[in-house]
């Protein structure tokens, strides 16, 4: 039995499939999660999305283009690639199941003692992985409890650091925004969301530049999707970057944890 992550599908889905075949994807014993954004700007969003709501060993963490589909779906707007998915005819079996995705996903490898954390952009070093953990479950209450609230709400860029008083929608939307869009974050963890290219801005760094390494220790490693443009480059073993740009022509890469091996597919 193997649990394998794979990086930022969208819409890849013949990729997807020979990705598959080529870890031997075996569905009666192996488990799959994806780093969200499985759709969107690549050509079969709508199937990739039937495909994995079919099998219940493959879920995933949910990514910005995830939530931008559960947005135009709370709408009822039909665009560009996505229309097909908004108007096909499971529309709110699909609904029901991306918005009951979660946030973060932990898991634990009893084999080899090693622990990840998978999440769309990552996790800001402000926040213990059981602050990040409640943080997770907090937005995804809200959001399965009124999504179009929080749907409605969650665009912006602003506030830009985290303050354990904020509330209501500034709350939700900076939440969302580290764990699913964060690239650069500066000493108090501002987050600058503009910049997404490899190069950071002054005074900014990766969010996966942790000062303590604590992680090596507790045997803990980060595992993300989200940011095309680094190719899977971190130079740190412990952060593992899974999105290896398919949808521009890259590769579709899987990670898999028991022995921390990458398999890609080209596109
Ligand atoms: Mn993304």
């Known amino acids: 039995m193997s649990t394998y992550v794979i990086g930022d599908v969208h819409g890849c889905f013949d990729q997807f499939i020979r990705l598959l075949e080529k870890i031997n994807y075996d569905t009666s014993n192996d ?11 690549g ?11 079919a099998d219940s060993n493959i879920t995933t963490v949910l990514g910005n283009h995830d939530l931008y589909l559960l947005y135009l779906m709370s709408r009822k707007e039909s665009k560009g690639e996505l229309k097909e998915v ?7 079996k699909i609904f029901e199941w991306l918005i009951a995705r979660p946030f973060i996903l932990q898991i634990h490898i009893n084999a080899t003692k090693n622990d990840f954390i998978i999440s769309h952009a990552g996790i800001p070093e402000i926040w213990s992985v059981k602050k990040a953990e409640d943080l997770a479950q907090e937005i995804s209450k809200a959001l399965i409890s009124n999504p179009s609230k929080i749907l409605q709400s969650m665009w912006g860029n602003e506030p830009k650091s985290w303050n354990d008083t904020f509330i209501g929608n500034d709350r939700y939307r900076i939440i969302i925004n580290y764990f699913t869009r964060m690239r650069f974050l500066d000493d108090s963890a501002s987050l600058d969301l503009e910049n997404t290219s490899t190069k950071a801005s002054k005074g900014f760094k990766p969010w996966f530049n942790y000062e303590s390494n ?10 993300f999707g989200h940011w095309a443009s680094l ?6 073993p412990h952060f593992i970057g899974l999105d290896t740009g398919c949808v521009w ?16 597919v080209k596109y």
């Open 43 to 53: 050509p079969k969003s709508l199937a990739v999305l039937n495909y994995c709501i």
């Open 31 to 41: 488990q799959i999660i994806l780093t969200g954004d499985l759709i969107n700007r």
């Open 86 to 92: 908004v108007e096909s005819e499971n529309n709110q």
């Open 231 to 236: 190719k899977g480059r971190t130079n740190n």
């Open 214 to 223: 604590c992680y090596k220790k507790m045997r803990r490693y980060y595992v």
């Open 249 to 264: 022509e890259g590769e579709l890469t899987a990670l898999r944890l028991n022995d921390l091996k990458k398999i890609s």
